[in-house]
């Protein structure tokens, strides 16, 4: 059974970082593209970051950009996101996400909005606060 877990969430003082996992079980998670989302109290689900499958490729949101990074972990068949200098605007339950299973997806690939990704973790969440 396909399964992704999240872990690395917790809290951290504003300007503070945290390393994300999502690992995954029962398939090879570098064969899919992998999205970083984040989800806050009253607000959409956004994704933040995507790692392509084939070259690797990575995306980020604006708000993100230079403080985000994402790779992969062959060797623990995991993606990780590392969060550096986390603000106000950051705390949220973070899910990641793989796609692919359906041709839909391939039209927007990386940019394809939540709905189209099929498979997801339960999420981890993040609080930044002094």
């Known amino acids: 059974q396909m399964h992704l877990e999240e872990s690395g969430g917790g809290l951290v003082q504003p300007g503070g970082s945290l390393s994300l996992s999502c690992a995954a079980s029962g398939f090879t998670l570098n064969m899919y593209a992998v999205a970083w989302f984040r989800q806050a109290p009253g607000k959409e689900r956004e994704q933040i970051s995507c790692i392509k499958n084939v070259d690797h490729t990575t995306t980020y949101e604006d708000s993100v950009k230079g403080r985000f990074t994402i790779s992969r972990d062959n060797a623990k068949n995991s993606v990780i996101l590392q969060m550096n200098n986390l603000g106000p605007e950051d705390p949220a339950v973070y899910f990641c996400?793989?796609?692919?299973?359906?041709?839909?997806?391939?039209?927007?690939?990386?940019?394809?909005?939540?709905?189209?990704?099929?498979?997801w973790g339960q999420g981890t969440p993040v609080t930044v606060s002094s």
């Open positions: 996400a793989i796609g692919g299973f359906r041709a839909s997806w391939y039209i927007a690939g990386c940019s394809a909005g939540p709905s189209e990704w099929d498979l």
